[in-house]
């Protein structure tokens, strides 16, 4: 990662970057740009090593922000139109970690709002098109970070990965996105979406930049009583020679996008001269997750937005002549419709009259694809598959089915219902020039390795 020197100074940098991020306009990444505060800490840097003291090691490094996380800069909104106007009081552990190393945010990046979303375009602020298809979606919910990372306005971005939102649009435009084991970075300061699932994580370009931000974000937090204790800082490298790689049989199948299939049987061929194992795993459980994913993600959601009434946060809706009318007209105006489905199913699948039928059984599928996955890493070190079954789809393609765009999660949510980490390592493109990603799991705490490993599928 560039770190500022006394070379390339820091305000040169961030000032390149904005400039960038200005220049790219018209893909709409941004929500907030954080001009006159990114510059003003770039000097301070700049300063402090004219002085001859000692800066972190992101020092000057211009980052992106996905708009959940909560910073003082700018307003956090999620990207929706409920949170309009609201200025954080407290720093996300997370955004904390970043910038005492010296990282310096530059903007805010838009979202699917609250996350709810694989492709960017339920954002109260519009679309982001895809860094190499203007015509197509950024992928989501995080795509104004991947696109900011692919273009090259920032060394990296920040998102959030609840059932693919990293994964998805680090594929969607040919970067390197982790979603972490679930626990290993706080959420302290992130707008929850679903707290069993949700996971910090981030878009890089190279996977010792993604190491480099691991170490400096992971750990234990008083203030996220479900974070690990600091495994990644503290784990024994494992040789990467010799693995033992699980391709799973049910994935491949003519339902992917043949140049995702030809990308993968490259990589298998790639590991085996290098050595390494191919393993073949049948995982039949895994077709029960989206399902279950869409009952348990929404139940969440609806409990975590039940707080949004115009109240305490962000926007209140005009004309309301009691308390009631005002949560109900703050709420119908300020969600959107991905929103409001996910309310109704939430608090669907959660009634008496269903729970048992719904929720608790989505539970129990859980239990199941959590032991289909320790069943299958007895056998093998790490699994590679396609991240989704398709490349970026174009702008609207989706947006009057829901089931369909659910549907390209498929391969994504077993991860986040398992609580275990995936990285989105890009490989190459397809004919007509559409970004490629192959995701690579491993066993809960492998984060370390699994970024090491994946140096492995890199042509030489
Ligand atoms: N696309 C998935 C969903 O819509 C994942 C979203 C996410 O990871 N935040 O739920």
Known sequence: MKIADK???????????????????????????????????????????ARGEEVGRLAGVPYALKDNFLSPDGQTTASAHILEGFVSPVTATAVKKLEDEGAIMIGRTNMDAFAHGSSTENSYYGPTSNAHDCERVAGGSSGGSAVAVALGIVEFATGTDTGGSIRQPASFNGVYGLKPTYGTISRYGVVAMASSTDCIGFFTKTPDDMDLLMEVTSGQDPKDMTTLPDYYNNTKGMPT?????????????????????????????????????????????????????????????????????????????????????????????????????????????????????????????????????????????????????????????????????????????????AGIPGLTVPAGKTESGLAIGLQLVGPRRSDKNLIRFSKELQDE
């Open 7 to 49: 070379n390339i100074s820091a305000e040169k940098m961030v000032r390149e970057a904005l400039d960038k991020a200005k220049k790219y306009s018209g893909y709409n990444i941004f929500t907030f740009l954080n001009e006159e505060n990114a510059i003003k800490k770039a000097r301070e840097i700049d300063e402090k090593i």
């Open 241 to 417: 020679e010799g693995a033992k790689i699980g391709v799973i049989k049910d994935f491949d199948n003519n339902s992917v996008h043949p140049g995702i299939r030809k990308a993968l049987a490259q990589k298998v061929e790639l590991l085996k001269s290098k050595g390494h194992e191919i393993v073949e795993l049948t995982m039949p459980v895994l077709k029960y997750a989206l399902a279950a994913y869409y009952i348990i993600v929404p139940a969440e959601i609806a409990s975590n937005l039940s707080r949004y009434d115009g109240v305490r946060y962000g926007f209140r809706a005009k004309g309301s002549e009691d308390l009631d009318a005002l949560y109900k007209n703050t709420r119908s105006e300020g969600f959107m419709p991905e929103n409001k489905r996910r309310i109704m199913i939430g608090n669907f699948v959660l009634s008496s009259g269903f729970y048992d039928a719904y929720f608790l059984k989505a539970a129990k599928a859980r239990t199941l694809i959590v032991q289909e996955y320790e069943k299958a890493f007895e056998r093998c070190d790490y699994i590679l598959s396609p991240v989704t079954p398709n490349p970026a789809f174009k702008l609207g393609e989706k947006t009057d089915d829901p089931v369909d765009m659910y549907l390209g999660d498929i391969m994504t949510v077993p991860l986040n219902l």
